[in-house]
């Protein structure tokens, strides 16, 4: 069972920055995608970015490419989400999940996890 702690949000201004942090534990990682979800208040858990073991391939989804940046540290077995130019559209619960070996085969629906963290709350004024 994977155990995961997100850490790292807070209140900024439209057009402010923001760097949320995930640290993983309780199973091996190793060859594993890492991804971040977010849920809005009153919608769905959506998929919002993800990066192979590697660093070598990375996703996202249309709304934040461009403005945010995922990335990974292995020996410290955590996941960064870089997020600038924040939008208040970008308010939401943020959460860390592991899953497959590609960013293809990543499942994208939040349904499909058994496990998940805390989440860590953004919220973005204009």
């Known amino acids: 069972q994977v155990q995961l702690v997100e850490s790292g949000g807070g209140l900024v201004q439209a057009g402010g920055s923001l760097r949320l942090s995930c640290v993983a534990s309780?199973?091996?990682?190793?060859?594993?995608?890492m991804g971040w979800f977010r849920q809005a208040p009153g919608k769905e858990r959506e998929f919002v970015a993800a990066?192979?073991?590697?660093?070598?391939?990375?996703y996202y989804a249309d709304s934040v490419k461009g403005r945010f940046t995922i990335s990974r540290d292995n020996a410290k077995n955590t996941v960064y989400l870089q997020m600038n130019s924040l939008k208040p559209e970008d308010t939401a619960v943020y959460y860390c999940?592991?899953?497959?070996?590609?960013?293809?085969?990543?499942?994208?629906?939040?349904?499909?996890?058994?496990?998940w963290g805390q989440g860590t709350q953004v919220t973005v004024s204009v």
């Open positions: 999940n592991v899953d497959s070996f590609s960013i293809a085969t990543m499942r994208r629906r939040w349904r499909d996890y058994d496990y």
């Open positions: 309780g199973r091996t990682l190793s060859g594993y995608v």
């Open positions: 990066i192979t073991w590697n660093g070598g391939s990375t």
